[in-house]
């Protein structure tokens, strides 16, 4: 599995980008395709593995079948095949849900396959879901909101404690509809950024968080000094959707990134 050293490798890679083998709208080859053409020199494929350990998740739409993680495999080495070259290298690899419940299973089953990476990310709380719809936090009452918070930050907690994932995805996700005093929960990430820092691991800057209801990428800028301040290695994400996107906004995660403390080459 992939592992980063400090500060990162900066705006030629980008390692978290989904399909229409989950919820992206391109297909794998139109990904591949578009990172080559932009310049990255390392471009990963995650798309969303999620193996819930309860009932009632609505994970369905959004996720990768099940059945289909012999082919989306296939379908990357094939591509890698074609358009690897000096320049330019295709990983492969999965967003990974994380539960408590059964994440020892989770990770035994995808020994199986010749994976390059694993991100460890939260969208469920629970049955609640993160980052699905603003109404779904507003249909719950305030002291709700806060309860579904501390859960997620401790299931990131749960995540950063495992070394299989190579990095921990959008940090503070659940600000994303600009509902919630983001600053009330630093406390929690500080606790993570502990957990990672212990085990040698590292977390991104999602680029996506710019073009949600928060405008602000994941993590925010004060979370991103609390990591730098601990040496933690930070890999820049696009978090794409579209072959569009695979490098959006990076020229400004790196400036951002400049203003918290990290220097790359």
């Known amino acids: 599995m992939m592992k980063f050293t400090f500060p990162g490798p900066g705006t030629a890679y980008?390692?978290?980008?989904?399909?229409?083998?989950?919820?992206?709208?391109?297909?794998?080859?139109?990904?591949?395709?578009?990172?080559?053409?932009?310049?990255?020199?390392?471009?990963?494929?995650?798309?969303?593995w999620v193996v819930p350990a309860y009932e009632g998740t609505g994970t369905e739409s959004w996720r990768m079948a099940h059945d289909r993680l012999a082919e989306y495999v296939k379908t990357l080495q094939k591509?890698?095949?074609?358009?690897?070259?000096?320049?330019?290298?295709?990983?492969?690899?999965?967003?990974v849900d994380f539960f408590f419940e059964n994440m020892d299973e989770i990770f035994a089953d995808l020994k199986s396959y010749p994976l390059d990476y694993l991100i460890g990310s939260?969208?469920?709380c629970g049955t609640f879901p993160v980052d699905h719809s603003a109404e779904d936090w507003l249909a719950i009452p305030p002291e709700e909101r806060d309860e579904m918070c501390e859960m997620y930050w401790k299931k990131m907690e749960g995540a950063a404690a495992r070394k299989e994932f190579a990095f921990l995805g959008h940090?503070?996700?659940?600000?994303?509809?600009?509902?919630?005093?983001?600053?009330?929960?630093?406390?929690?990430?500080?606790?993570?950024?502990?957990?990672?820092?212990?085990?040698?691991?590292?977390?991104?800057?999602?680029?996506?968080?710019?073009?949600?209801?928060?405008?602000?990428?994941?993590?925010?800028?004060?979370?991103?000094?609390?990591?730098?301040a601990r040496n933690i290695p930070v890999v820049i994400n696009a978090d794409a959707h579209h072959a569009d996107h695979v490098n959006r906004n990076f020229k400004e995660a790196e400036k951002l990134l400049t203003e918290a403390g990290y220097q790359f080459n």
Request: glycine letters at 8%; aromatic letters at 8%.
């Open 14 to 48: 980008s390692l978290h980008n989904h399909s229409n083998f989950s919820d992206g709208a391109s297909s794998l080859e139109e990904m591949c395709r578009a990172a080559k053409a932009a310049g990255l020199q390392v471009f990963g494929m995650s798309d969303h």
């Open 79 to 95: 591509l890698k095949a074609g358009l690897d070259d000096e320049n330019f290298t295709i990983k492969i690899g999965l967003e």
């Open 122 to 124: 939260v969208h469920c």
């Open 171 to 228: 940090l503070d996700l659940p600000k994303k509809f600009a509902l919630l005093d983001n600053r009330r929960y630093f406390k929690h990430a500080e606790r993570v950024l502990d957990i990672v820092q212990k085990n040698g691991g590292a977390i991104e800057l999602n680029t996506s968080g710019w073009f949600k209801p928060c405008t602000d990428p994941y993590p925010t800028l004060d979370i991103l000094k609390l990591a730098c």
